[in-house]
């Protein structure tokens, strides 16, 4: 049984760029988190998916934005990216509210 | 604004100390979760614990949640250089996770 998968593993991106990133779930799981891990700080909650739909926001900006599909997949937008951008990009699963299980992330470097 | 605050920041010891993590928030959590994580990888779920005074072991490692669910403690006995990681602990918030800043630990052999 697969965990939670993400993709790219690395990323790097230039000041004012977009990027998107990939998310798919574990299996079963129909919800899915966003977090940011900036170096040295726990992850901070960026927004969650459920049905297709943005459930919760956490204190981003717009320039944040995701999406889910119909398989559960989901993904996270950032545009007109800021050094201040560059972290670990975490993806996390569950089903409903119950625990979420975290995908290995998304290593974001904006230069 | 709910925080949770971990403390130690970092902890070195030698292998086959004691030692005890703790998770402190002013705010009550319907559960909290404690993950371990290793450097460029996500966290990984060792326990989720929901009732207040609720304790529970996994092998060498007790979890205790506070009988108000506004606290947590982590303690490792006989530490071994497997469990050097970060440990953050993370109280659940309807559909969220507050996560504290984590506890570096390194365990020297």
């Known amino acids: 049984d697969a965990g939670v998968t993400q993709s790219p593993t690395h990323l790097i991106k230039t000041r004012g760029q977009q990027v998107t990133l990939r998310c798919s779930p574990k299996?079963?799981?129909?919800?899915v988190s966003w977090y940011q891990q900036a170096l040295g700080q726990g992850p901070q909650f960026i927004f969650q998916y459920y049905e297709e739909e943005e459930r919760q926001r956490g204190n981003f900006p717009d320039r944040f934005s995701g999406h889910q599909f119909p398989n559960y997949s989901s993904e996270l937008n950032v545009n007109a990216l800021l050094l201040g951008d560059s972290a670990l990009y975490l993806c996390?699963?569950?089903?409903?509210?119950?625990?979420?299980?975290f995908g290995p992330g998304t290593r974001l470097t904006v230069t | 604004t709910q925080l949770l605050e971990q403390s130690p920041q970092f902890l070195s010891i030698q292998e086959g100390e004691n030692l005890t993590v703790y998770c402190n928030s002013s705010?009550?959590?319907?559960?909290l979760q404690w993950y371990r994580q290793e450097p460029g990888e996500g966290p990984v779920l060792l326990v989720t614990v929901v009732t207040g005074g609720e304790v529970k072991k996994l092998k060498r490692l007790t979890f205790q949640f506070g009988d108000a669910r506004k606290d947590s403690s982590l303690h490792i006995t006989a530490a071994q250089p497997g469990d050097t990681g970060l440990y953050l602990c993370a109280g659940a918030n309807g559909n969220k996770l507050v996560f504290g800043a984590g506890t570096i630990l390194r365990v020297k052999s």
């Open positions: 705010s009550v959590f319907s559960s």
């Open positions: 996390a699963s569950s089903f409903g509210t119950a625990v979420q299980y």
């Open positions: 299996s079963g799981h129909d919800t």
